[in-house]
């Protein structure tokens, strides 16, 4: 019965994909794969999954939408799930996904993401928000020389990592946001992103942010509220972002703890 419903929704939006020459086909409420060849729309652009629950989204499901160069992915659950280099816009939001996305890897009941291939050259949309994401791997982006926008905003993110020896590299990016998550230290020294003009950090836990300005020489908007923000560390950001022209909310508040912020910094490199 479960493949059974899923040929009748493919054979009824496929019917509508035809009468009115959609460019965008919908899956609702599926709940089992079927022959991959049965997914064959070579002028679709958008393929968007709502509410399916999948075991394994095949790259041979996803090699059929020939043209297709977005893909989203809502309140669904899926096990495993395959990506293909045609697409430019990817994005699962509110999905329990529990092992690897393949060249694209996201493990959600997720408790890290890690391995985002190189093979989706293309890629200038990513975004992973409202899912259980509880840490990242900054050098795993790179290869994405496209990417402009990424969000991973709204998980469970306790540690963003990078390091001297593998610097995280996104020449092209210009919006990141990891609002809303778990966030107590976080540091961009490794990082370059010549572009980038907005970097969201608000509603994390954070003290301090480091190198937070230096490795983003266009950064127009840096969003800090919503931390337990040191206050020596909050005082010289707004310092150094007048300085740079960078705007700073002027809501931005702090929590006195007795802590210089020299003191703050020793604490956290033993951590």
Request: charged share 20%; net charge positive; with cysteine.
């Amino acid at each position: 019965m479960k493949a059974l419903a899923f040929l009748i929704c493919l054979f009824v939006v496929t019917l509508a994909a035809d009468e009115e020459t959609s460019k965008t086909l919908y899956f609702n409420e599926i709940e089992s794969e079927s022959d991959a060849s049965k997914i064959n729309f070579p002028n679709l652009k958008e393929l968007s999954m709502i509410k399916c629950k999948i075991n394994n989204l095949t790259m041979a499901m996803l090699y059929q939408l020939t043209n297709a160069d977005k893909f989203t992915f809502i309140w669904g659950f899926v096990k495993v799930a395959s990506m293909t280099p045609q697409f430019k816009y990817f994005a699962i939001n509110q999905a329990s996904i529990i092992a690897r996305i393949r060249f694209f890897s996201i493990r959600t009941t997720l408790r890290h993401c890690q391995h985002i291939s190189t093979f989706l050259k293309n890629l200038a949309y990513f975004r992973i928000e409202h899912n259980q994401i509880e840490s990242v791997n900054a050098e795993d982006f790179n290869g994405l020389n496209k990417l402009k926008h990424m969000s991973l905003a709204y998980n469970r993110i306790a540690r963003l990592s990078s390091s001297p020896a593998h610097p995280t590299v996104l020449p092209e990016l210009y919006h990141f946001f990891l609002n809303e998550n778990l966030l107590r230290n976080v540091s961009f020294a490794d990082w370059s992103a010549p572009k980038l003009k907005q970097l969201h950090l608000n509603s994390n836990q954070l003290a301090i942010a480091q190198s937070v300005l230096e490795p983003f020489p266009k950064l127009q908007l840096l969003s800090v509220v919503k931390n337990p923000l040191n206050c020596g560390w909050l005082n010289f950001l707004k310092n150094e972002a007048r300085a740079k022209n960078v705007y700073l909310e002027e809501y931005a508040r702090c929590k006195e703890t007795g802590e210089s912020m020299e003191e703050l910094i020793e604490r956290i490199k033993r951590e």
